[in-house]
């Protein structure tokens, strides 16, 4: 690759998704529309459930897990302090 390909300060285009690395901080910040307000009144979306769902789902199997271990350890505890006549 030249160096007569490079655009000043050694950055690549990025394409055309409005950010073609030009320097400047704000690049199409400037034409952002504000998001409404009340978009975020109106509840949760279809995915914060998703994702709400999955994560009550990783809680539960993870409680099983933890309380597993716990018992197999217990077991261990047990059958260590058993077997070495302490």
Do not use: H
């Amino acid at each position: 690759m030249d160096d007569e390909d490079e655009p000043e300060g050694g950055s690549l285009d990025l394409g055309e998704f409005g950010d073609d690395a030009d320097g400047t901080l704000t690049g199409d910040l400037d034409d952002a529309v504000p998001i409404d307000v009340e978009l975020e009144e109106k509840g949760p979306t279809r995915f914060q459930m998703i994702e709400y769902m999955n994560q009550r789902e990783w809680w539960r199997k993870g409680q099983k897990t933890l309380c597993f271990t716990g018992v197999l350890w217990a077991i261990f505890a047990y059958l260590a302090v058993v077997r070495s006549s302490v």
